[in-house]
């Protein structure tokens, strides 16, 4: 069941996959895999460092590999829509990996030109870096300056891709393993 909170005037939504462990192995794998034979992405970014198949290096939503969770996203981004009462038709989605080693963050950012964008927590400890999102406006009387999502397996966090956000710093030993969609709105007036 998704879980909707109100930060912003901006629904965040985040779920748990119950499949997760089934699928985690097999995904690493081809996580890195992939890793030793694509080069990374995102060389305009502050924190190029970090190793991410962005700027159409490779998209997970075009493997078939990643099928069996490419699927459960969709549902859920369907349900999380409802749920934010967006009645619009989307896109198929694309998709990108993004692989931590200590040290590595993401500076913040937004999708602009897309609906929805969500990220699943593939590989992740408990003291992993976290998410976070700030407004998409700037108010000095804001209850809440900024939020944050830990680092669960497992884990999907959907929200608009207007919502600048971002990742800590990681910390940890251990590579930090996420999966990052976008799903753009289908123009369905111009449709016959």
Known sequence: MINIENYFSAPIGYVINPKHNA???????????TKEQVASGGKG???NQTYNTSDNQFDICKDKRFDVLNNWVRQ???DYK???????????????????????????????GSFISCVYFLKARQDGASIYFKPPYYDTHLDVPYVKHKAEEGKLVMFRSFIPH???????DENRIT????FDEINTTNIR
């Open 179 to 182: 999966l990052a969609y976008n």
């Open 23 to 33: 699928i985690k192995e097999n995904l690493c794998k081809l996580v890195n895999e």
């Open 82 to 112: 409802r749920l934010i009462k967006q009645n619009l038709t989307i896109d198929d989605g694309t998709g990108w990996f993004n692989v931590y080693t200590k040290g590595d963050y993401q500076e913040q950012h937004q999708h602009i």
């Open 166 to 172: 971002g990742v800590e710093k990681h910390n940890s």
């Open 45 to 47: 970014w502050i924190s």
């Open 76 to 78: 859920q981004v369907e």
